[in-house]
Nanobody
Framework: QVQLVESGGGLVQAGGSLRLSCAAS????????MGWFRQAPGKEREFVAA?????SYTDSVKGRFTISRDNAKNTVYLQLSDLKPEDTAVYYC?????????????????WGQGTQVTVSS
């Protein structure tokens, strides 16, 4: 399994921006699909974005969030822009040992500890 460490969360006003980072261990990072999920209080963990052979976003963040990766640094990023209060959640980085992007959390094998994003209105 890959070990993942997220950073970059925080408190921001609506309309603001944040960049989340996820540093991964392992020598085969480039072969993994990397993803971001989020979980708000009382809600299930939901897919946000992922990058591998393709890039995918959930509809509610299209045009506002951008996922990218730097394979030389074993790091995946999530740029959050035009943030809304409903984006408030713990954001989790995930990895799967396949470059195919999927949206079901059940199909991702490695998870980070999460980073809190809070958007005030």
């Amino acid at each position: 399994q890959v070990q993942l460490v997220e950073s970059g969360g925080g408190l921001v006003q609506a309309g603001g921006s944040l960049r989340l980072s996820c540093a991964a261990s392992g020598r085969t990072f480039s072969n993994y699909a990397m993803g971001w999920f989020r979980q708000a209080p009382g809600k299930e963990r939901e897919f946000v974005a992922a990058i591998g052979l393709s890039i995918s976003y959930t509809d509610s963040v299209k045009g506002r969030f951008t996922i990218s990766r730097d394979n030389a640094k074993n790091t995946v990023y999530l740029q959050l822009s035009d943030l809304k209060p409903e984006d408030t959640a713990v954001y989790y980085c995930a990895a799967r040992s396949s470059a195919v992007v999927v949206t079901s959390a059940l199909r991702w094998g490695s998870w980070g500890q999460g980073t809190q994003v809070t958007v005030s209105s």
